[in-house]
């Protein structure tokens, strides 16, 4: 089953933790298939290790899971008053990981080409874990590595290297995927995307001697929508983000509201 939306499907940010992972690996496998033989492309993690902050927005650690109701937990009582049934979910202290690919040249003792992040709630938060993606942002920058960032996450402030006030207005948009590339430091490449739309296919940077490798962002996020089974999701629930009302009007419509 296909989402309703024809690109980026709001109702998935609630299930943020799942589609980030899913669509890494398979970001990666798609890339893979199409690099040059001396490149290699790797998820790889960091912890997010602000304390605070993580218990702010904790996250539930389950692997697999049923609706809730398929899962009772029996409640007893010293009296004879019957208590409401509880159901449980096992959640993880320890704090969240987030995951980003890694472009890497095996003959040039696996130097970082390129780095591609796909933005989580965390990194648009203010707070410790933004200013840690900040750092790292500068410093790939600084590195020279190629930094291609996908933002499909409406929750929180702007963060994606380009200057938010360098956009035309007519240009901005919720979603936004930004390319920098290492041979050209003063320019920043920027896609709007807008929900009523596709996600685009994009280009992903290499050396300065390679061709850009072009990334198919839909059939990924659909392959994440059909193999988590979102199909279960009910679009009759409220969207707690922020949308214009042009934009609520059309959500309301394609999906039959009134």
């Known amino acids: 089953m296909k989402s309703p939306f024809p690109g980026m499907d709001p109702y998935l940010e609630q299930f943020w933790g799942d589609i980030h992972a899913r669509l890494m690996v398979y970001m990666a496998d798609a890339i893979m298939e199409q690099l040059p033989g001396d490149l290699q492309a790797r998820v790889e993690s960091r912890l997010l290790v602000d304390a605070d902050e993580y218990r702010r927005h904790v996250y539930p650690d389950v692997l697999v899971s049923e609706p809730v109701d398929k899962v ?3 409640t007893t009582s010293s009296s004879d008053i019957a208590l409401a049934e509880t159901h449980v979910v096992a959640l993880s202290d320890e704090p969240p990981v987030h995951r980003h690919i890694e472009i890497i040249d095996s003959n040039s003792g696996n130097r970082v080409v390129t780095v591609i992040e796909v933005l989580s709630p965390t990194n648009k938060r203010p707070g410790p874990a933004r200013e840690s993606y900040q750092r790292k942002q500068h410093e790939y920058l600084r590195a020279g590595v190629n930094l291609v960032e996908i933002d499909l996450i409406r929750e929180g402030k702007f963060i994606v290297a380009v200057p938010r006030e360098m956009i035309p207005l007519r240009l901005r948009s919720p979603y936004i995927i930004c390319i920098r590339r290492s041979n050209r430091p003063l320019q920043a490449e920027y ?7 596709p996600l685009p296919n994009i280009a992903i940077p290499l050396r300065p001697t390679d061709t850009d490798v072009p990334l198919l962002l839909q059939p990924l996020l659909d392959q994440c929508y059909k193999q988590g089974r979102y199909g279960t999701i009910d679009y009759q629930s409220k969207l707690e ?5 042009d934009d609520r009007q059309w959500i309301n419509e394609l999906l039959g509201r009134q």
């Open 72 to 74: 009772p937990v029996p």
């Open 191 to 197: 896609i709007p995307v807008r929900l009523q739309e």
């Open 241 to 245: 983000a922020y949308f214009s009302d």
